[in-house]
């Protein structure tokens, strides 16, 4: 398990990194989100050993980074956005150089090698200059190098950069068999990469933690979106009947222009219990149509990644807690 407690980092007076704790276990992929300048570099930074943290600490497996630097080393595999590689040397040379460094040699050496080759597909052009190859190829040799030895802590930031679609998937089955047996941190800005890799999302917003939860957490609903003609009063009085029912707010157009041009609003009824939403819709449906509510929409409201990324990243309020219930909460400013 990765356990990282309450870990600051400064750069002169600038806070990059402002008291964030969370804990990864083996056999998870977790995605680290934020804009640019948010803190994720610096924190991936202290994940690997590279920096230390101004306050907090890191352990992975019960032992301290900052005590025992090599001992986390040893273990980890670590892709940085700009790779640093030495463009004269070949691919079989560099992974060679790498494996030297984690430590590899002899027959684990040459078996490490041939793995990562063929796991990543660098066969064709082993003896290939770095200098000579495509982004997507340098890309893979990246991911190559982070593999090998078969860390049980592999930080990857943005691995599929570069990459087209058919490899794009070939590295996402890459990093879900890896995460069998290894704690994966995903660092990316495509949402998609998230979705279809990750179970927990860390959202790092201004250098604090504003999200740590299940990805089924943050994209399941507790709202239900109406387009109707009739107002918010009418609506709230029919909608006291429903004992899940806890208020009503604006919504956000689910009828067409026309719609709303012809005098139809959209509003977003709130529910108690996500778990709860399909029968709470049905049930809505029925009492909108005993009180002779003039119904052109309803649906569940859901979310993806992308909004959620968008509402942490504004003022918005957000449609979860930290005991992961879908309902109205701020998060970390």
């Not at 990194?17 to 995605?31: K, L, M, P, Q, Y």
Request: net charge negative; proline share 4%; hydrophobic share 40%.
């Amino acid at each position: 398990m990765l356990e990282v407690q309450s870990i600051t980092r400064h750069y002169g007076e600038l806070k990059a990194v402002d008291e964030v704790s969370f804990s990864i276990n083996r056999g998870e992929i977790v995605g680290l989100l934020g804009h640019n300048g948010a803190g994720k570099t610096t924190i991936m930074k202290m994940l690997s050993g590279f920096l230390e943290p101004d306050t907090g600490s890191i352990k992975f497996h019960g032992i301290s980074v900052s005590d025992s630097p090599e001992a986390l080393q040893q273990q980890l595999g670590y892709l940085p956005e700009n790779l640093p590689v030495y463009p004269e040397l070949s691919i079989a040379s560099y992974l060679d150089y790498a494996a030297e460094l984690k430590g590899l040699t002899g027959k684990d050496k040459r078996q490490a090698i041939k793995s990562v080759i063929e796991t990543t597909d660098l066969g064709s052009r082993l003896l290939s200059p770095i200098s000579t190859l495509s982004r997507g190829m340098k890309q893979r040799v990246g991911v190559a190098q982070a593999i090998i030895g078969k860390p049980s802590l592999l930080i990857l930031d943005e691995p599929t950069n570069g990459l087209d679609p058919t490899q794009t998937e070939h590295m996402r089955q890459v990093i879900r068999n890896i995460s069998e047996s290894a704690t994966v941190i995903l660092s990316t800005h495509i949402m998609q990469e998230v979705e279809a890799l990750c179970d927990r999302a860390l959202i790092i917003r201004q250098g604090r933690l504003a999200v740590d939860a299940g990805l089924h957490d943050l994209t399941r609903s507790n709202r239900i979106a109406l387009c109707t003609s009739a107002d918010a009063e009418a609506i709230q009085q029919v909608m006291k009947q429903a004992g899940w029912f806890k208020g009503i707010n604006p919504g956000n157009h689910i009828g067409t222009q026309q719609d709303v041009s012809q005098g139809l609003h959209d509003y977003i009824l709130q529910v108690d219990d996500p778990a709860r939403l399909t029968d709470c819709l049905a049930e809505c449906a029925q009492l909108l149509v005993n009180a002779n509510i003039p119904v052109m929409g309803l649906r569940a409201d859901t979310q993806n990644l992308q909004s959620l990324f968008v509402q942490v990243n504004s003022d918005q309020p957000l449609k979860y807690d930290s005991a992961n219930r879908a309902e109205e909460v701020k998060h970390v400013a």
